[in-house]
């Protein structure tokens, strides 16, 4: 049974490294995946995969290998805040794909950029005509971002001349059944307010509420655990 002692506590050490090293990189890694970044995030997940499995390896060259990646990721990416002829190199730059409504070639061939792909991208921005496009601009993470032609874009308030009101972000108070203080402090008000706009509504315990919210107009919304639907709803066939 040593065996599966080491591979816990191997799995366990790895897991907080890997945790820890992409806290220390930052949310780009995660919501604008580059490159670079996805090579950084193969090579830190194979280290942690072999960290596990590796009994005869020695735990510590792997600890010392993620620390050199994860270091290095984060010196690259100090380095192209810093300087735009590195952030060229390592994170490449917007091509535009689509200019007028028009396939620009030479900068598809360039980018090794096929028109499926175009069109996959296109039709999950709910875009079937390349005709409506502006613009359409590559994105370095490979994302793909469109401007529609003035007249096939969405009309707007500010189109129709209509007068709106300031929205805002509606405050979180209530998460999982646990009271948001923070959040109550930043909108001025109290538990017992809280508790009064509960108990209107039925709701005796606040930990039967999974998420509640208050946004600017004062508006408080609240989804309890048991919703007592009257019929479970699905978007799939029943097993």
Known sequence: MDWLFEVVYRGVGAFVAVVFITRLIGKTQMGMLTVTDFVNGIVIGSLAAAMVVDLRGNIWYYIVGLAIFGGLTIFMEWLTMKNRAVRKLLEDVPTIVIFNGKILEDNMRKNRY????????LRAKNVFDIHDVEFAVAEPNGELSVLLKSQKRPVTCEDLQVPTQYEGMSHTIVSDGEILDRHLDDV?????????ELAKRGIKDV?????ASLDTQ???YVDVREDNLPK??????EP
């Open 114 to 121: 096929h028109v499926d792909d175009l069109m996959m991208q």
């Open 188 to 196: 001025g008000l109290s538990r017992a307010w809280l508790f009064s």
């Open 207 to 211: 930990k039967q509420v999974m998420y």
């Open 218 to 220: 004062g508006n408080l």
């Open 232 to 237: 479970k709803t699905g978007i799939g066939e």
